[in-house]
């Protein structure tokens, strides 16, 4: 009788995990170790969830290849995208989990984990983890592993060598901590074919550049071509529509956020590139009676092709886009 209960208590949370995760038995461990993604440039996209209910898919199927968060207009964040596709390669198993700890693991995996969907070019995923909590001195996380319809039935203690802490913490659901805050990020000026910089108030300060086959041209608010300018200069300009971003996203009331828009802005930024993506920007600058000019000089806001939605932009980010027209010709 002793030797039934023994067997029994051993039994159930393997069966209540495996009729959770309809685990297979595979007389190869070996294969259900084997979390790694060897050619992370073969990964289409990932898929993250959770027992809450909560899910993002992450997705490069596109023509530009670009990494973009699925059923939106958003590029996800690239170092993210960076730090998961490390993740995908370097991790290893560190141990297996110990016979003392093995029916509490499966029970608390069974319970709370977060599932990651790999997939390569099938629609089908390659590898799916699920991750659980992180060992009790926090060197190693819990995981078990989904080989196509093959799901073990042995959790292990993952890591990624050379880090300390837990990977649980590395996979996420929130689609705004997923969202890239790149607004221009053009690593080459060749890549933009047409920039207007527009001065609201003083538009004798307006321009237009258009860059294409390494023919550059110079035009003023009134759309004329202008001769004497530095080319030089202008160049440079362009290529410091890189790493531009925005900060946080404003969570306010739509009479705040509608009374910003209806505001005067300072000024705004017509982009077109080689794939004739166009980025429309509008800036505003934040008043502040204490500060000398009376205007904030950390901060201002910022709308992108005219979304209805509030940015704020760090200043001395965007400040470097803001030569006039006379910047270039004086």
């Known amino acids: 009788m002793l030797v039934k209960k023994i067997i029994y208590s051993l039994l159930v949370p393997i069966l209540f995990c495996c009729s959770l995760f309809n685990c297979t038995n595979s007389s190869n461990d070996n294969i259900f170790k084997d979390?790694?993604?060897?050619d992370t440039?073969?990964?289409?996209k990932f898929r993250i969830s959770n027992t809450e209910g909560n899910s993002i898919l992450i997705s490069r199927n596109n023509k530009s290849k670009i990494w973009m968060i699925d059923g939106t207009n958003f590029n996800a964040s690239k170092p993210t995208v960076d730090l998961l596709m490390e993740t995908f390669y370097r991790i290893r198993v560190k141990q297996d989990v110990s016979n003392s700890a093995f029916n509490t693991v499966i029970n608390r995996l069974s319970v709370r984990h977060k599932k990651v969907e790999i997939f390569l070019k099938e629609e089908t995923p390659f590898k799916t983890w699920y991750i659980g909590s992180p060992t009790q001195d926090h060197t190693g996380t819990y995981m078990l592993l989904e080989i196509g319809n093959n799901k073990s039935s042995k959790p292990y203690v993952t890591y990624k060598p050379g880090m300390y802490g837990t990977l649980e913490v590395r996979f996420f659901t929130d689609w705004k901590a997923w969202r890239s805050p790149r607004v221009f990020d053009y690593i080459n000026p060749k890549s933009i074919l047409k920039i207007a910089t527009n001065f609201i108030g003083k538009e004798s300060e307006s321009y237009t550049i258009t860059y294409k086959d390494d023919s550059l041209n110079f035009y003023n608010s009134?759309?004329?071509?202008?001769d004497d300018y530095n080319k030089v200069q202008v160049k440079h300009y362009l290529s410091h529509f890189n790493n531009i971003s925005y900060n946080k996203i404003i969570f306010e009331?739509?009479?705040i956020i509608d009374s910003i828009f209806n505001s005067k802005r300072f000024i705004s930024f017509e982009l077109k590139d080689v794939n004739n993506k166009t980025t429309k920007?509008?800036?505003?600058?934040?008043k502040d009676k204490n500060a000398p000019n009376g205007w904030d000089v950390e901060y201002g806001y910022i709308r992108v092709n005219n979304n209805n939605e509030l940015l704020r932009a760090q200043y001395f980010n965007w400040e470097i886009l803001f030569k006039p027209l006379s910047f270039f010709t004086r």
């Open 253 to 255: 009331k739509q009479k």
């Open 222 to 226: 009134k759309n004329q071509q202008v």
């Open 35 to 38: 979390f790694a993604i060897k």
């Open 41 to 44: 440039a073969s990964i289409s």
């Open 281 to 286: 920007v509008d800036f505003w600058r934040i």
